[in-house]
């Protein structure tokens, strides 16, 4: 399948209800009058690029980025302890299992994760009305505005478990709370009313321009995931094959798939656009970096602070196979004396600071602050690991041994040849972990497989041990107190932020308080 190497640039001004992160809001004190506006194709898809717009501030690496919850809140990644600025301390304590419901990086999120459903509804109660010369686009829209919804649902009910169910955008102060939380049922019923939707009118692919929306095949795979994660394997594995019908291919080599210069290529189903000429930037470096190596990694911007967010973990490390090529793809080191005080430096020595390198490519930073990498939510290479774990669970491990050895070859590994379906399970569970690596999967995918509190307890375990070790040699204090890493099995949910239940009325998740 052919496709044209280009990318869709979010530039509209958002328009709806904005939170209070969004310095693009021109009326932050009032709602969008519907009389007014939502009457044209064009005023639609002005509408339908805001709500990418509040994508690309939730798949960001700053403050409300979903990383945090999807990704360091695993065995992949941590935050970087930094005895100089203790304001940081409620992202340790979510990676650390010590959060409380007013932890401020959790509301964040939540807000993020809000604002685009918002955004989603503003344009599914008005396009009815709107005037389209092409019907399709209509249909398309309203697509796209439905994936979204769903896509940020589906990460809602993983999260946070039962959660208000907001079909209609919010007018005004008067419906802008709700006394009751959806159950878990109803939450997965209307995302699949919303997926259908989707796959039905959405195309296969864009051109020009165009190029960056959702399509047919991110609603299918949205699908199957739906589909895996509720354990209706053949479901799933219906809608995975769907979307190797659809011509997309492996990348030849693993680390081109995260270059700036390759955006939008043949492996990519879904990704969200940034561009670092525009005020729609990424900046995972900026946030993900070791802390003091701004001025060797990036080049400019002098010589302060990296956030230190997101720091690969040395179970990721450890996790990767002899000649496995997506370890350097992935993992990179900055090496500084600066890093010996720090007792999560790991790597070839005590001066050796992991970072995440797929997201980091130098000589790309022209302004300070902003980088350039798109963020893959979905690609071929993980449909094929997730068709294959489908596969195997359906006791069709034959069907599955393919597929995991067409992402092996990839990374140089050699074949497996294992059929037996413990066997593959486990085979299939270590390929996705390193596959996907950093790419906000890996906690879903403990949830999903019932793995979280034993993978996550023995994380901890050694976290705290390797930790106490490094303070000792230091002469410090461990920074990580014996309730970390506590997983008791409330804590597989995130509490919902206790403003939002303050002002609402209802009761937080059972556990948090």
């Known amino acids: 399948?052919?496709?044209?190497?280009?990318?869709?640039?979010?530039?509209?001004?958002?328009?709806?209800?904005?939170?209070?992160?969004?310095?693009?809001?021109?009326?932050?004190h009032t709602f969008v009058s519907d009389d007014i506006y939502y009457k044209t194709e064009s005023q639609i898809q002005s509408a339908v690029n805001g709500i990418y717009n509040k994508l690309q501030d939730l798949y960001n690496g700053g403050d409300g980025s979903l990383y945090a919850l999807a990704e360091m809140r695993a065995d992949n990644t941590a935050f970087q302890y930094y005895d100089l600025d203790r304001g940081i301390q409620q992202r340790e304590e979510m990676n650390d299992f010590l959060m409380t419901a007013t932890n401020l990086y959790n509301r964040y999120t939540w807000d993020n994760l809000w604002n685009a459903v918002q955004q989603a509804n503003v344009v599914i109660d008005h396009i009815g009305d709107a005037t389209f010369n092409d019907q399709s686009k209509k249909g398309q829209y309203e697509g796209e505005a439905r994936f979204i919804r769903a896509l940020i649902y589906f990460h809602l009910v993983r999260l946070y478990g039962e959660v208000p169910l907001r079909d209609k955008a919010t007018t005004g102060p008067q419906?802008?709370?709700?006394?009751?939380?959806?159950?878990?049922?109803?939450?997965?019923?209307?995302?699949?009313?919303?997926?259908?939707?989707?796959?039905?009118?959405?195309?296969?692919?864009?051109?020009?321009?165009?190029?960056?929306?959702?399509?047919?095949?991110?609603?299918?795979?949205?699908?199957?995931?739906?589909?895996?994660?509720?354990?209706?394997?053949?479901?799933?594995?219906?809608?995975?094959?769907?979307?190797?019908?659809?011509?997309?291919?492996?990348?030849?080599?693993?680390?081109?798939?995260?270059?700036?210069?390759?955006?939008?290529?043949?492996?990519?189903?879904?990704?969200?656009?940034?561009?670092?000429?525009?005020?729609?930037?990424?900046?995972y470096i900026y946030q993900w970096g070791p802390r003091r190596g701004r001025a060797d990694l990036i080049g400019i911007g002098g010589t302060g602070d990296i956030a230190g967010s997101n720091s690969p973990t040395l179970d990721i490390i450890n996790a990767y196979e002899p000649g496995d090529k997506r370890k350097d793809a992935s993992i990179a080191y900055w090496v500084s004396a600066e890093n010996s005080t720090y007792q999560e430096s790991f790597g070839p020595n005590m001066d050796s600071a992991a970072f995440i390198n797929k997201?980091?490519?130098?000589?790309?930073?022209?302004?300070?602050?902003?980088?350039?990498?798109?963020?893959?939510?979905?690609?071929?290479?993980?449909?094929?690991?997730?068709?294959?774990?489908?596969?195997?669970?359906?006791?069709?491990?034959?069907?599955?041994?393919?597929?995991?050895?067409?992402?092996?070859?990839?990374?140089?590994?050699?074949?497996?040849?294992?059929?037996?379906?413990?066997?593959?399970?486990?085979?299939?569970?270590?390929?996705?972990?390193?596959?996907?690596?950093?790419?906000?999967?890996?906690?879903?995918?403990?949830?999903?497989?019932?793995?979280?509190?034993?993978?996550?307890?023995?994380?901890?375990?050694?976290?705290?041990?390797?930790?106490?070790?490094?303070?000792?040699?230091?002469?410090?204090?461990?920074?990580?107190?014996?309730?970390?890493?506590?997983?008791?099995?409330?804590?597989?949910?995130?509490?919902?932020?206790?403003?939002?239940?303050?002002?609402?009325?209802?009761?937080?998740?059972?556990?948090?308080?």
């Not at 509209?12 to 209070?20: A, E, K, Q, R, Y």
């Not at 140089?412 to 906000?440: H, M, P, S, W, Y």
């Open 1 to 28: 399948m052919k496709r044209i190497h280009q990318f869709f640039l979010i530039t509209i001004l958002v328009l709806g209800v904005t939170g209070c992160h969004d310095e693009l809001n021109v009326e932050p």
């Open 175 to 283: 419906d802008a709370f709700s006394d009751r939380k959806a159950s878990v049922e109803e939450l997965y019923t209307f995302i699949m009313t919303d997926v259908d939707f989707a796959v039905g009118n959405l195309p296969t692919n864009y051109t020009g321009a165009d190029i960056g929306r959702a399509t047919q095949g991110a609603a299918l795979t949205l699908l199957g995931e739906i589909h895996l994660t509720r354990h209706n394997y053949q479901d799933a594995i219906t809608a995975f094959n769907r979307v190797t019908a659809l011509g997309y291919e492996l990348v030849d080599e693993y680390a081109d798939i995260f270059h700036p210069n390759n955006k939008n290529n043949v492996e990519s189903i879904f990704e969200i656009q940034y561009s670092a000429s525009l005020n729609r930037a990424s900046n």
């Open 359 to 513: 997201f980091y490519h130098a000589g790309t930073y022209t302004i300070d602050g902003r980088a350039d990498e798109n963020w893959p939510v979905y690609r071929y290479g993980y449909v094929k690991l997730l068709l294959a774990e489908a596969l195997n669970e359906a006791g069709r491990g034959s069907e599955a041994l393919p597929l995991l050895n067409d992402v092996r070859r990839r990374a140089g590994l050699t074949d497996v040849t294992a059929t037996d379906q413990e066997t593959l399970r486990e085979l299939i569970f270590k390929e996705e972990r390193v596959e996907v690596a950093f790419e906000n999967h890996r906690w879903y995918q403990l949830l999903r497989t019932g793995r979280a509190i034993e993978i996550m307890t023995a994380h901890g375990n050694m976290e705290k041990e390797r930790l106490q070790a490094a303070a000792a040699r230091l002469q410090e204090v461990c920074h990580l107190a014996n309730e970390a890493y506590n997983i008791l099995p409330h804590k597989l949910l995130f509490p919902l932020p206790e403003r939002e239940c303050r002002l609402n009325g209802f009761d937080n998740n059972p556990g948090w308080y």
